[in-house]
């Protein structure tokens, strides 16, 4: 889909769609094709009670005097309510709305509603973005598909005043939308074909766009202690990898260009079976989304490189299958990890926080960032606390938690803070080792964040997001179709570019 941004004027072929107002007022685009079709779409408006809330939509098929296919009014809701996100939640339902009915092109009339505040550009810019996060579709094992299931928009023109600054602004957003697209196909792909190695070769890609990734495999891992990830992987036929990509965009400032700013660190279990606390059957086919925290850092990487943001960040990988199998390791097995400290393993399906473990551990004595965030499908309970609406941060700086908050909002991944009280540390005490990977059913989400807190160092600013809830997701959005949502890319992005940057 070939999306362009073009000067105000009716078109004469595809689809036309115009806007209306909360309230059911017609745009002046609408009002304009209304008189050249002797008022059919104020009526049909009026037939099928049109009031103009946000995402509300009428056709008019073949419409006489014109060799449109058809025109669509959407409403905007109020017009100078209308942010950044309903623009994208606009650009989204129009995409769905029109993908099944075969059109080749479509131009959307967004006309400039007032003068002062709103910026009817970087609307325009916005409109485009979601139509163009909701033609994702992860299609490449479907090998039957009827060509007319098929989606047919090949170009979706933006008709609006300030083409060219909604242009520039969306060639930003494309870029970002770039990055949710990989992490959305790193999630959905099935763990047969996505293992640690084939993983981390799809990061090997990134260094097209300057990116620097290395590569480690289990050898060198033991030889530097990681004993907490790879005794998740050691049931596993396939080797358990640590992925580091490094992108290093900081311009100039002699010695301060050299240093880390940022890490982000990612859980990647390409499959949860559980292990020898094996989960039951039903449902577990979700695990092979169980590397959504690695999808997104990779996803975040090559937002910000193909954006060339002026950072210095690393994201850092951990990746293993949890499988049982006559090594896999035991329910009541001692570990020692990267950082010292020993753990007691009395679930083997509390894995991700074993392998986060030894991945903060090595992220923070090889790089020493002042901010370090890890994002995990870590525990069912966020699902139990916050459903598929927000994902949940755990952090040691409140003004982390604030600024994350704030990225959030602005781009729709939103989260929650939790609390970090040192009480609940009682919770994963052990008999016979520094701690336990599990702290029990209460509070779940909470003892696993606060086992990650072990391997933080005192002077590291850091935040652990639970991405449980969101990085798949079971129903159509209007930026998203079901599945892999994305999750995280856009949110730290915002972060990084509002905050860090520069
Ligand atoms: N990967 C799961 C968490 C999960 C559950 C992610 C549902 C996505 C959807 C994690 O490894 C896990 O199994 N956690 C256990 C921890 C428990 C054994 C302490 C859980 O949440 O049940
Ligand atoms: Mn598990
Ligand atoms: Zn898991």
Same mark, same amino acid.
């Given at each position: 889909m070939k999306i362009s941004f073009t000067k105000p004027g009716l078109p004469e072929t595809g689809v036309l769609v115009v806007m209306g107002y909360e309230g059911g007022e017609l745009s002046e685009s609408a009002k304009a094709i209304d008189k050249v079709i002797n008022g059919s779409l104020a009526r049909a408006a009026k037939i099928a009670k049109f009031?103009? $809330?946000?995402?509300e939509l009428v056709s008019v098929l073949a419409?006489?005097?014109?060799?449109?296919?058809r025109i669509v009014l959407i409403g905007t809701g109020k017009p100078e309510k209308l942010d950044l996100l309903g623009a994208e939640k606009l650009g989204g339902t129009i995409y769905m709305a029109l993908s099944?009915?075969?059109?080749r092109t479509v131009s959307i009339a967004f006309d400039?509603?007032?003068?002062?505040?709103?910026?009817v550009w970087e609307q325009a810019a916005h409109i485009a973005n979601g139509a163009l996060l909701r033609?994702?579709?992860?299609? $490449?094992?479907?090998?039957?598909?009827?060509a007319d299931k098929k989606?047919?928009?090949r170009a979706l023109k933006i008709l609006t005043p300030s083409g060219g600054r909604a242009r520039k602004a969306f060639e930003q957003l494309e870029k970002v939308a770039g990055g949710v697209f990989l992490t959305r196909n790193l999630v959905s792909e099935p763990a047969n074909i996505l293992y640690p190695e084939s993983f981390a070769n799809i990061c090997q890609e990134l260094t097209e766009l300057g990116v620097e990734v290395d590569v480690m495999g289990e050898a060198e891992m033991k030889k530097l202690g990681m004993g907490a990830l790879l005794g998740v992987g050691q049931g596993s036929d396939r080797e358990s990898k640590m992925v580091t990509m490094r992108w290093n965009?900081?311009?100039?400032?002699g010695r301060k260009?050299?240093?880390?700013q940022i890490a982000f660190v990612g859980k990647g279990?390409?499959?949860?079976?559980?292990?020898?606390s094996i989960k039951p059957?039903?449902?577990?086919?979700?695990? $092979?989304?169980?590397m959504g925290g690695a999808g997104a850092v990779t996803g975040l990487m090559k937002a910000l490189a193909s954006r060339k943001a002026n950072i210095n960040v690393v994201g850092v990988i951990g990746l293993v299958e949890n499988m049982p199998d006559g090594q896999a390791q035991r329910p009541g097995d001692v570990v020692t990890s990267m950082s010292g400290q020993t753990i007691?393993?009395?679930?083997?399906?509390?894995?991700g926080r074993l392998v986060l473990a030894d991945a903060l551990t090595y992220t923070q004595k090889e790089f020493a960032p002042k901010t370090v965030i890890n994002l995990a499908t870590l525990t069912g309970a966020i699902l139990v606390s916050l459903g598929n609406e927000r994902a949940g941060v755990f952090a040691n700086d409140d003004e982390l938690a604030d600024r994350l908050k704030a990225a959030g909002e602005k781009t729709g991944d939103k989260v929650w803070p939790f609390p970090m009280d040192a009480a609940y540390d009682e919770q994963i005490k052990s008999q016979i080792a520094d701690m336990k990977n599990t702290g029990g059913r209460f509070g779940g989400s909470i003892t696993a964040a606060k086992f990650l807190e072990?391997?933080?160092? $005192?002077e590291t600013t850091w935040a652990h997001i639970d991405i449980a809830g969101m990085a798949w997701s079971q129903a159509d959005k209007p930026t998203c179709p079901k599945g892999?949502?994305?999750?995280?890319v856009r949110l730290l992005d915002q972060l990084v570019a509002d905050y860090y940057e520069g």
């Open positions: 009031k103009g $809330k946000l995402g419409p006489q005097g014109t060799k449109l296919e099944a009915k075969q059109p400039q509603f007032d003068e002062g505040e709103s910026r033609s994702f579709r992860f299609d $490449k094992y479907r090998t039957k598909e009827e989606p047919s928009i965009g900081q311009q100039g400032k260009a050299q240093s880390t279990v390409t499959f949860d079976t559980g292990g020898i059957a039903a449902g577990m086919e979700d695990m $092979k989304w169980d007691e393993v009395i679930n083997t399906d509390a894995e072990r391997f933080i160092e $005192k892999g949502t994305g999750y995280g």
